[in-house]
């Protein structure tokens, strides 16, 4: 059973940079599509980033692109969500999935594996 754990979150201000961590164990992420999603409060967990397994293909939702970047190191079992220029509207709790096949994938019932979640705040 792969367990993953998110690290990297934190209180940050407005225009600051966060790195997130993806820690896998239990199992190898090597051919998993891996996914962060994120919840605000009183919303929906909504996918704001995904990459295929070797890292050919990635997506982007239109509220982060061009200030997230998801990666994925396999030697390491882990991915990772660069985010800069974050702003208020950021603040959720910032969750890791891994799917169980090679396909990037954007729909949270298609993800197998989550995180507990790591709370990103940004103040103004």
């Known amino acids: 059973q792969i367990q993953l754990r998110e690290s990297g979150g934190g209180l940050v201000q407005a225009g600051e940079s966060l790195r997130l961590s993806c820690a896998g164990s239990?199992?190898?992420?090597?051919?998993?599509?891996m996914g962060w999603f994120r919840q605000a409060p009183g919303q929906d967990r909504e996918c704001i980033a995904a990459?295929?397994?070797?890292?050919?293909?990635?997506y982007y939702n239109d509220a982060v692109k061009g200030r997230f970047t998801i990666s994925k190191e396999n030697a390491k079992n882990a991915a990772y969500l660069q985010m800069n220029s974050l702003k208020p509207e950021d603040t959720a709790v910032y969750f890791c999935?891994?799917?169980?096949?090679?396909?990037?994938?954007?729909?949270?019932?298609?993800?197998?594996?989550w995180g507990q979640g790591t709370q990103v705040t940004v103040s103004s």
């Open positions: 239990g199992g190898n992420l090597k051919t998993s599509s």
């Open positions: 999935a891994a799917s169980a096949d090679y396909f990037i994938r954007i729909k949270e019932r298609e993800y197998v594996y």
């Open positions: 990459i295929s397994w070797n890292s050919g293909r990635t």
